[in-house]
């Protein structure tokens, strides 16, 4: 069993891994920018160390974190998701220095976060793929030349994309032309690499992805699976699990082709493949080599802690389940409850967190490095905290996820929470019923006032009084 554990992250995601370290009994150690000097992930690790001045330099150093982890006698590093979680060369060092790297190998890594190469592997394994190109593109004539074969609209990637970004949907020749450029400029800037594909844009569908696990002896299950069809721009919003849209024999069938991914490839540890829906066809869009932000769903219906898992499989351990022992029980939601002015476009809103207040009560669970003085620095994802509610019905969960809204407290920086109860009162949401373009479809939800509670005024009142009193 892994004795000690360098987490290569910051924020929310590190304090979860740390609460899997102290109930596992396994030292935690933490690395900090100057930004993170005061982050709750450094309060709450055995160990913390300083990685640099500049905010993001240390936490994209693979080498110099591994060096860290072999200097203050770790044995191995969790990279939580993000930053370097996708990353071949950290997984290559770690093993290099004889620390383990919790997630899967560096080859597979690189196979399946090359779209194309990914493609190819899941063809050969019969699992249904998106119509698209060969390979990747060689300029905007071929690209235009290919789109014409597909059909449009089509959507036009990066092969090395994630996270949302170097993707473009293209209605016509013309929309091409001119995405092709930005998309090439997009991709060599933020993965360094200006390779493109295209895939046909199936329209209007529901994205569902699956969990799966395995282990380093040929054991491979799936977690059942997660609706993220609550989007904006390819970044998800609010997650689902399991999907309320699915039938019985479509889940069995997407936690089936799942499991026949990862065992493609020789999959180990945790890892989300992702599909698109729809009538009634399933596509592969691509494989997430790390754990998802929005595990902690999958978590709560199953009762299964995947990061345990995590550092279980990455100590040599089997499974500690078996596919016919997981279940699921209940309706899951999460809210990213992000720093954000939905009604400003969604502007982020950093800074100092004047008063925070967690929700709680059967049901209700949140992950967060945030506390009441800390300031969110401008460096970062605007997440402040994930907001996660468990029910024995959908109906249950959406009045669970409401009240939970309800009961929290973020001030001092503007977020998502109110629009999440504009989407949560909607009748098509309230039906679970809706797919990828719920978000662009009802700009309506978007139209709604911040109405300050008792509470909160008479703060306000109280300040402003003594400040004029030199109190």
Known sequence: MIKKLLIANRGEIAVRI??????????????????????????RADEAYFIGEDP???????????????????????????????NAELAEICAERGIRFVGPSAEVIRRMGDKTEARRSMIAAGVPVTPGTEGNVADVEQALA??????????????????????????????????????????TKAFGSADVFLEKCIVEPKHIEAQILAD?????????ERDCSIQRRNQKLIEIAPSPQLTPEQRAYIGDLAVRAAKAVSYENAGTVEFLLADDEVYFMEMNTRVQVEHTITEEITGIDIVREQIRIASGL?????????????????????????????????????????????????DTAIYTGYTIPPYYDSMCLKLIVWALTWEEALARGSRA???????????????YQQILADPEFRSGRFNTSF????????????????????LAIATAIAAHAGL
Do not use: W
Not at 56 to 73: Q, W
Not at 447 to 452: F, G, L
């Open 18 to 43: 740390e609460r899997a370290c102290a109930e596992m009994g396994i030292r935690s150690v933490a690395v900090f920018s100057e930004a993170d000097r005061h982050a709750l992930h450094v309060k």
């Open 56 to 86: 993001l330099a240390g936490y994209l150093n693979p080498r110099k974190l591994v060096n860290l982890a072999v200097e203050t006698g770790c044995d191995a590093l969790h990279p939580g998701y993000g930053f370097l979680s996708e």
């Open 146 to 187: 290919e789109a014409e074969r597909i059909g449009y609209p089509v959507m036009l990637k990066a092969t090395s994309g994630g996270g949302g970004r170097g993707i473009r949907r293209c209605n016509s020749r013309e929309e091409l032309q001119q995405a092709y450029p930005r998309v090439i400029s997009e991709a």
């Open 216 to 224: 380093s002896l040929g054991n491979t299950v799936h977690l059942y």
């Open 318 to 366: 089997p499974l500690s389940v078996k596919q016919e022992d997981i279940s699921y029980r209940g309706f899951a939601l999460q809210f990213r409850i992000n720093a954000e002015e939905p009604r400003n476009n969604f502007l982020p809103s950093f800074g100092k967190i004047t008063r925070y207040y967690a929700p709680g009560g059967p049901g209700v669970r949140t």
């Open 405 to 419: 809204i309800d009961d929290m407290r973020v001030q001092g920086v503007k977020t998502t929470a109110t629009y």
């Open 439 to 458: 978000v662009d479809d009802h700009p309506e939800l978007l139209n709604y006032s911040i109405k300050r509670k008792p509470g909160e005024l008479a």
